[in-house]
């Protein structure tokens, strides 16, 4: 069955500094990968996706994912966090074709400091 | 404007009484899916559906049931089997399966005296 994990539950970081969360899977075929943000009092939404191709992926608000297939990893990226980057993240896998059950992981808290 | 919109926003019931939460989208979407969201838990899968009349049970569909009539309505019901039924409540949507973007409407908070 797929899952996934994200190791980083909460992480707190002062304004300016690098993030970095850590988003692994387990599936062994082709998959689809996503990262969600969930700002306080606010639905969930989009952050960045990665399909084929190029296994850097940029999405909004500066952050970046890399997929890594050899350690079917998606880890999140941004160099240097602001307040407002202060939110809920939600690594996210479906499968590229089959059954489409999008499994998400248990989310990481980041709270920036201003 | 094009959305996903769930009611009731806020839902207090007792015990032992059966719950529905409604989910309608116009966006013309076929896949239409169902998650809990518990603190520290993340989104965990109740029920999705690819097409009308068909849905699937995800990893925690004891104690829900759905139907899926018509394309754009996909409503939960939470039954006195749920045997730990206080939680937020997410539908969520998208057009290409497999591949596409979710999207999520605000949710519902359920919570059971």
């Known amino acids: 069955a797929q899952s996934v994990s994200q190791h980083n539950h909460h992480v707190i970081l002062s304004e300016a500094a690098s993030l970095e969360l850590g988003c692994n899977y387990s599936?062994?075929?082709?998959?689809?990968l996503f990262w969600y943000v969930q700002y306080p009092g606010q639905h969930l939404q989009l952050l960045l996706k990665?399909?084929?191709?190029?296994?850097l992926v940029k999405g909004i608000k500066g952050f970046e994912a890399e997929f890594i297939k050899s350690k079917f990893s998606f880890n999140l990226r941004k160099p240097s966090v602001q307040w407002s980057d202060t939110a809920e993240y939600f690594c996210?896998?479906?499968?590229?074709?089959?059954?489409?059950?999008?499994?998400f992981g248990t989310g990481t808290r980041l709270k920036v400091l201003a | 404007d094009g959305g996903i919109t769930q009611s009731p926003k806020y839902l207090f019931r007792k015990e032992g009484q059966n719950v529905t939460l409604s989910c309608e989208q116009n966006?013309?979407?076929?896949?239409m899916y169902w998650y809990r969201q518990d603190p520290g838990q993340g989104l965990r899968l109740i029920y999705y559906?690819?097409?009308?009349?068909?849905?699937q049970k995800g990893d925690i569909a004891e104690g829900y049931s759905v139907s899926r009539e018509k394309k754009e309505s996909f409503p939960l019901t939470v039954t006195s089997a749920q045997k730990n039924p206080t939680a937020f409540y997410l539908c969520?949507?998208?057009?290409?399966?497999?591949?596409?973007?979710?999207?999520f409407g605000e949710g519902s908070r359920l919570t059971v005296l």
């Open positions: 996210a896998v479906t499968r590229a074709s089959g059954t489409y059950k999008y499994i």
């Open positions: 990665y399909f084929s191709g190029d296994p």
């Open positions: 966006l013309n979407h076929d896949a």
């Open positions: 599936y062994g075929g082709t998959v689809n």
């Open positions: 969520a949507s998208t057009s290409t399966l497999g591949a596409g973007e979710l999207f």
């Open positions: 559906s690819q097409i009308v009349n068909d849905f």
